[in-house]
């Protein structure tokens, strides 16, 4: 199936999510004029209160979407121990909202290296000098932590850190809304039950 098909024609006759994602989000990347890869990123904290922030996607197949982040964050903290997630993309310039939610699993050692060296230097000193989520005293406190690892790392390569990695969530739900005049969307949930199931296509109301 070629990407104008599942573009131009009528995405709703679409079977397989994963290519019709790819397919959006080509399209993002031409009429969206900053992060096409920004995502809202839904997590769930112990005592079952839901929270939301953006984040950039930085990979997808069909095992499912990547992000990194700071595992001793609140988002990483939450993620941890629940080990279930949700995301929203919205590209306004498209009038289009795709959602997905699912099980999260810790992307491998090798696949977080990799992504981590592709990194800008000033990115990965800072994932050494920022205390996500955690309070700071005043921002002399950040800048001088960043002057810190600065100086620790001026020669040569600067590691990962350990609680530094990225999360993949594998979704059982991906949705995908397109506006229509008259507040009559389409809208179509793929649907499964385990990560490694068939997807079961449904075409919801607006």
Not at 1 to 13: A, I, K, P, Y
Not at 139 to 150: H, N, Q
Request: glycine share 6%.
């Amino acid at each position: 199936m070629s990407e104008n098909e599942l573009t131009s024609g009528d995405f709703t006759e679409q079977n397989e999510p994963f290519a019709l994602f790819a397919a959006w989000l080509r399209e993002a990347e031409t009429t969206e004029p900053n992060d096409p890869n920004a995502v809202a990123l839904a997590t769930v904290d112990k005592d079952g209160l839901p929270n939301v922030r953006m984040v950039l996607l930085k990979g997808f197949d069909s095992q499912g979407f990547v992000f990194y982040t700071n595992f001793e964050s609140q988002k990483g903290q939450e993620i941890l121990s629940q080990k279930k997630a949700a995301m929203c993309f919205h590209w306004k310039s498209l009038r289009r909202q795709v959602r997905l939610r699912g099980l999260v699993e810790v992307v491998s050692d090798k696949e977080a290296d990799e992504y981590y060296k592709t990194r800008a230097r000033g990115s990965r000193i800072g994932a050494w000098a920022s205390k996500q989520s955690r309070p700071l005293e005043g921002r002399f406190a950040l800048e001088k932590a960043v002057a810190e690892y600065t100086a620790r790392y001026a020669l040569g390569d600067i590691p990962r850190p350990p609680y530094w990695s990225g999360f993949r969530i594998r979704p059982l739900s991906i949705e995908f809304w397109h506006d229509r005049p008259f507040r009559l969307h389409d809208r179509v949930e793929f649907r499964r039950e385990v990560p490694e199931g068939a997807w079961e296509k449904v075409r919801m109301y607006p």
